[in-house]
Each structure stands twice: as structure tokens, then as C-alpha cells.
């Protein structure tokens, strides 16, 4: 991956200083250096502490990322939603781990785009995700290509730039059509998977609209203002309407759905090397399709 990039400060200006304003952090700067990237100046390798003058164009070659050996390329094909250079999209089926763990070890999402990575001949084969999902949620994934693209979009979640947008069904009739819940979450005592909501927990914001409200459940549209760990089956369990399907939150179980009514219907970010706005979105998974229709 190369990039080029014009100097257009009236005054010189490191390397390091011009990069470091571009979001290349310094453990990227590092591989750049030992790992096979180049840095060059009118076609000439220059190092950090090269001073940059007006007009001079910063030419910058990552290195190539191979794959992880902690993962194993699966052949399950990907559901590809949008591509380019830098980042890929893919609708993630229920059920499917996001990364391998000694319970989910094969054939998770990280598996299965390395393998998409593989059958396609990219050079890069880094895996980086972006917005990780729960096991039991479906619906729109952002992996980054490479190290740099990974670092920008990371940014853009902690100043909320970055959006995902989700649609659950949770049992009951809700109160409010469009509310906030700001209930603090930690890990629940005494286990290593479940969280709740209590004084001392991180704090956590989670806004939601009500788009169809059932006789015994309701359509919500939700957005995340913070990434805590389970927070939108967390949230909707403590304010008594938790997610059908979800066994560990004690949502009800209905039309033989086994897993959290939760679906990423929308993803939006800032494309950092188009210069525009990137706006996606995933349809309904085809079990929540079906226990829409049961509750209608």
C-alpha cells in the first residue's frame, strides 16, 4: 500500500511531525522501518528526522501484512456489502464468532475473510476488525486492510464519527417511543460472559426509537453512543424489556429463535482516503424477518 502525500507548510517540518498529523502511529512507523515500508523524498529513502519543505511530496509504502498464524483461512464464503483498497464490508450471519476462542476455535468471521483475502490473491492479510459483533448478532462488519486504515477508523469510534445503527426486537410494550438509557455497566459477579448495570460500572449510553410495538414486543431502532461489552441486551434487560431470544439476559423465547433478536442494519463512517462519507446498510436477517411477521 503506497500513499503520496504533498508538504504545503510554509515552514520545514520533520517527517515524523508530517506523519504523525496524518494519524501514522509510532508502532506503524516502526514496521515501516524493520518490516519492509519505505519512506522516500523525490525518490530518494529519507528517515523521520528528514526535514519536509514546501511542495516536496512524502511518498510512503507500507509494509506488506501477512496472515495472522493464530487464524485459519476458512472456506465458508463472505457476503460481501462494499469494498475497496482500504476497508471491507460483510453481512455477518448469527451465530458466527467474530474472532476464534477455545469454545469457537475454526470458522469464525476473522477465519472466513482471511480465507476471502487468500482466494483473492490480496497481498495483504492482515485482519483487522473494526466493529466486532456478538456471536448471536447479524448483520453489517467493518474490517480495515491494513494497519493505517484500522488506526483512522479506531479514531473515528471513540469521537462517534463512526455509526452503527441496530435493530432489535425486545419484549413488552415500551413507555417512550424514543428514549436514552444511561445505565453504567460492569461484569456481572461471579462471571466471566454476563454484565450489568451498576454503581462503579463504565459508563454507557443507548438511545433507541420504537418502530412497531407489538402486543407482547416491540421493533426498535437503536444507536450506540459507547461500545460497552453487551450493552444494548444489557440496557433493555435492566430497563425490564430484554431482547427475545436472549437466554443470558432473560429474554422470552418465541417462533424458535435461538439467539439475541439483534441485527447491525447500518454502518456509516468517514472514508479517510475518499474524502466522503460511506453509508451501508444490511436488511433484516431472515429469523427476525420471520418473528416480525409472528408478532404482527
Not at 112 to 129: A, C, D, E, F, S
Not at 166 to 179: M, R, S, W
Not at 180 to 188: F, Q
Request: with cysteine; charged share 15%.
Amino acid at each position: 500500500m503506497k500513499f503520496d502525500w504533498q508538504y504545503t507548510g510554509a515552514g520545514r517540518q520533520s517527517v515524523r511531525a508530517f506523519l504523525t498529523a496524518k494519524g501514522i502511529s509510532r508502532t506503524l512507523l516502526k514496521k515501516i522501518k524493520f518490516h519492509g515500508g519505505q519512506l522516500m523524498v523525490a525518490d530518494q529513502p529519507v528517515t523521520v528526522r528528514h526535514m519536509l519543505t514546501m511542495g516536496q511530496t512524502l511518498t510512503v509504502v507500507l509494509p506488506s501484512e501477512p496472515a495472522p498464524v493464530a487464524l485459519t483461512p476458512a472456506a465458508t464464503p463472505v457476503a460481501v456489502v462494499w469494498e475497496d483498497a482500504h476497508f471491507l464490508v460483510v453481512a455477518k450471519p448469527a451465530q458466527v464468532a467474530s474472532l476464534p476462542s477455545h469454545v469457537y476455535p475454526t470458522d469464525t468471521m476473522a477465519d472466513r475473510v482471511l480465507g476471502y483475502y487468500q482466494r483473492q490473491g490480496y497481498t495483504n492479510q492482515g485482519i483487522h476488525i473494526v466493529t466486532r459483533l456478538d456471536r448471536g448478532t447479524s448483520g453489517l462488519m467493518l474490517f480495515a486492510k491494513h494497519a493505517f486504515a484500522h488506526t483512522l477508523l479506531s479514531e473515528q469510534l471513540h469521537t462517534q464519527q463512526l455509526q452503527k445503527t441496530y435493530l432489535a426486537v425486545v419484549a413488552g410494550h415500551l413507555t417512550y417511543t424514543h428514549n436514552r438509557i444511561t445505565l453504567p455497566i460492569k461484569r456481572a459477579p461471579g462471571s466471566f460472559i454476563q454484565r450489568t448495570t451498576a454503581v462503579g460500572g463504565r459508563s454507557a449510553l443507548t438511545e433507541y426509537w420504537v418502530q412497531q410495538q407489538f402486543t407482547r414486543a416491540a421493533l426498535v431502532r437503536v444507536r450506540l453512543h459507547t461500545g460497552r461489552t453487551h450493552q444494548i441486551r444489557v440496557h433493555f434487560a435492566a430497563i425490564g424489556h430484554p431482547l427475545l431470544g436472549d437466554k443470558l439476559y432473560g429474554g422470552p423465547q418465541l417462533a424458535g429463535l435461538i439467539r439475541p433478536a439483534l441485527h447491525c442494519a447500518q454502518l456509516q463512517f468517514w472514508h479517510p482516503f475518499l474524502g466522503r462519507t460511506i453509508k451501508l446498510t444490511a436488511p433484516l436477517a431472515a429469523d427476525l424477518v420471520q418473528l416480525v411477521r409472528m408478532l404482527d
